[in-house]
């Protein structure tokens, strides 16, 4: 097996556990410290810090990456000079933007909008803290591209380990003693060990570190000019996410945590769909972009085995999602009432797990053929849309309504970036689409029968919830499946298909 193949193995192997232990810590967080305003306010402060560090990490990456190695294969002496340049500015502005936001963090805050007292207090503290230490997490984001340009890619998603892990283990060992305040100082302290790896990888595969400030005003220009369009685009995700729980601090005490448990539930099965099976049509449609033919077909697989896997996973959230929340995290200081307040929102957000997982395929086909101008406009649309949707449902249904009003924008972004794609397809691949969708609908209403079936029959309900999901979940998923093998058999061939070639490459 070639260096390359066990470097991917690694890398999809550590963004799993990354997924596991980052549900593990909010569990824990659950356990400890319930739905109150002091986690309110860790949560608030915790999306803006790491909404600044996904902005830096994919808007650096996305920009500085391809044009450093360019500028390599032309000069490399003058491109590690403008690699070191470029290092050395971005510590200097992350020293002065570390200074400038401690001092100015009670303003920032207010841009987390209305809160309580007690949640401002936890934010402002916690914020702070995090603009202590703007240096190390920036730098573990920048960093992520200098040894991706050296083919080091384990040590970046360790550093997200660690930061999780680590912050866990600060749970665990200090809650008693720092209370919601734990959960920061881990991060924090995780992410500085990363730090010191990152740096030992680097100078391990050839990294020379100079104190230069002289960087090439053609590489700098094409830098900056790049530099806003991409971070925009490969942040929106995170932007609404931010916009959303700046809403509900103004609700009640314990929404932003109702929002935060439920999203994290309903993105677990769209992020693992991403991280396995868009990473293998995205592949696949790089190389068939001059073949058209192919190139549908695989597109079409993508949504084919996206709508398969992930309707029925949608499906069984709305039927279960009381047992689910109640069995992850209510325990300790999680009370059955929160329990009941995370499944309202579980409730609304149950078409994101449908459209947030097949997005990257047609955004990744864009990608593909290089539409990224039309992907930015239709994408950027989203923040202002998820803004006013907010406005308008957050009086009518609460801050449950922010979750409606993620959903909404879902379906606008994966519908029009879907007709951007298809735009360029024969005129028949969308009654196909549109077919595939009846046919993977049907199963997927059928599977609902027998389970609601055996909730209102049977005395099921009086079970722990564990037990109820070890019976009710076979129940769903086996009908299902004899579902599409009577509904739909080349969706059953090609769903047996595929889990076949995943076997024989595991």
């Known amino acids: 097996m070639s260096k390359l193949k066990q470097t991917a193995i690694w890398i999809t192997l550590l963004a799993l556990v990354l997924k596991v232990i980052g549900f593990v810590r909010e569990v824990f967080i659950a356990k400890e410290f319930g739905a109150t305003d002091y986690t309110d306010g860790f949560l608030l402060a915790f999306t803006f810090v790491t909404l600044l560090k996904t902005l830096i990490k994919n808007g650096f990456n996305s920009v500085f990456l391809p044009q450093y190695l360019k500028n390599r294969r032309a000069d490399p002496e003058e491109a590690d000079r403008n690699a070191n340049s470029m290092l050395n500015y971005t510590i200097v502005l992350l020293i002065i933007v570390s200074a400038l936001c401690y001092v100015f963090t009670p303003y920032i805050v207010q841009l987390y909008g209305a809160m309580t007292e007690t949640t401002e207090t936890v934010a402002t503290q916690i914020t702070r803290f995090f603009f202590l230490f703007t240096l190390i997490i920036g730098l573990t984001s920048v960093l992520e591209s200098y040894l991706q340009a050296v083919r080091s890619f ?66 700098a220009k094409t830098f900056f000019v790049l530099f806003i369009p991409s971070l925009l685009h490969a942040s929106v995700g995170h932007i609404n996410v931010f916009v959303d729980k700046s809403f509900a601090s103004g609700t009640v005490s314990g929404a932003v945590t109702y929002l935060n448990n439920a999203s994290l539930l309903m993105s677990i099965p769209s992020a693992i769909f991403q991280s396995t099976v868009v990473a293998i049509i995205f592949t696949l449609m790089s190389e068939q972009n001059e073949e058209k033919e192919k190139f549908k077909d695989t597109l079409y697989m993508g949504y084919q085995i996206g709508l398969m896997a992930l309707m029925p996973i949608a499906m069984g959230l709305l039927l279960l999602g009381e047992q689910s929340i109640s069995f992850i995290f209510e325990r300790g200081a999680y009370s059955p009432e929160d329990t009941q307040n995370t499944v309202t929102v579980l409730y609304y957000y149950v078409p994101m797990i449908v459209t947030m997982g097949l997005l990257l395929i047609p955004i990744k086909g864009m990608y593909a053929l290089s539409a990224t101008k039309k992907l930015l406009q239709i994408s950027s649309t989203t923040i202002l849309l998820n803004a006013l949707l907010n406005y308008l449902f957050l009086i009518p249904f609460g801050y449950s309504g922010l979750a409606l009003s993620s959903s909404v924008v879902s379906i606008y972004y994966i519908t029009f970036v879907t007709y951007a794609i298809y735009k360029e397809m024969p005129a028949g691949e969308w009654k196909r689409l549109i077919t595939l969708f009846i046919k993977v609908s049907i199963p997927t209403a059928l599977m609902a029968v027998p389970i609601l079936l055996v909730e209102y029959l049977t005395p099921i309900q009086e079970l722990y919830s564990l037990f109820q999901l070890m019976i009710l979940v076979p129940i769903g998923a086996l009908t299902y499946v004899a579902g599409l093998y009577l509904f739909y058999r080349e969706g059953f061939n090609k769903l047996m298909e595929f889990v076949q070639r995943k076997r024989k490459k595991a």
Request: aromatic letters at 22%; a positive charge; hydrophobic letters at 50%.
């Open 154 to 219: 384990v040590p970046n998603q360790i550093v997200n380990l660690l930061g999780t892990l680590v912050a866990t283990l600060f749970i665990i060992l200090f809650s008693d003693l720092w209370g919601v305040y734990s959960i920061a100082y881990g991060f924090i302290a995780g992410l500085g060990i990363g730090l010191i790896i990152q740096i030992y990888y680097l100078f391990k595969y050839g990294y020379r570190y100079k104190l230069t400030f002289n960087i090439n005003r053609t590489f």
